[in-house]
């Protein structure tokens, strides 16, 4: 998190815009003002406080409606006197019954693939002896592609059958092991993606 006192209140006579975004998503949701005493608030109850200028007093989103923007991170930009907050959203932001105040649908997750990369290059990177994702990138290249093999079998089983459930956790696997693949070849998914979109292209 941030540390207050390097935030620039001033500028803004003491408020200073907060953009929420979804963290998962990373979809822009709403625009807010914070003071100093609505930030801290949101720091230490993990649910977004704004300082409302209509009503002249601070205001916790989602205190009617129960729809609150639960805090994941706060950053700072490099004026230092605007922030970029993530959170995760409990139910429509807008007052409009809307998922953003822009009316846009915020259904996606496939932002969190990026975190998930984070943590597998992590891994890799820092390995400990309790992580399973660590002990594959021991194990080397050959074990990490035999693990995609055998997910990518059992998904096809799965196919044939009528079980979300089953289906779902499989298709999670093969992700998964896939992302882990990727990383131990030392390749990127934005490669692989630069290629699906040069081939959409022709």
């Known amino acids: 998190m941030i540390d207050i006192k390097t935030i620039d209140f001033k500028k803004g006579d003491g408020l200073v815009p907060a953009i929420i975004q979804d963290a998962f998503s990373l979809k822009v949701l709403m625009l807010g003002y914070m003071n100093e005493e609505a930030l801290e608030k949101t720091m ?5 406080t704004f300082w409302s200028r209509t009503k002249n007093r601070l205001w916790t989103k989602g205190e009617a409606s129960g729809n609150f923007l639960h805090l994941i991170d706060i950053k700072l930009d490099c004026d230092q006197d605007a922030l970029l907050i993530s959170v995760k959203p409990q139910g429509a932001v807008c007052h409009t019954g809307a998922d953003t105040c822009w009316d846009e649908s915020n259904t996606s997750k496939t932002a969190f693939i990026d975190q ?15 992580s399973y994702t660590a002990s594959l ?49 030392g390749y990127e998914l934005d490669e692989v993606v630069d290629e699906l979109i040069e081939r959409h292209q022709k």
Do not use: C, W
């Open 116 to 130: 998930l990369r984070a943590v597998i290059k992590d891994r890799k990177n820092n390995p400990s002896d309790t």
């Open 44 to 48: 230490t109850e993990k649910k977004v």
């Open 137 to 185: 990138f021991k194990k080397g290249i050959n074990k990490v592609a035999q693990k995609v093999g055998e997910e990518a079998v059992e998904i096809v089983i799965e196919a044939k059958d009528d079980n979300k459930e089953l289906f779902m956790g499989e298709a999670a696997d093969l992700l998964f092991h896939y992302l882990v693949l990727l990383e131990a070849k």
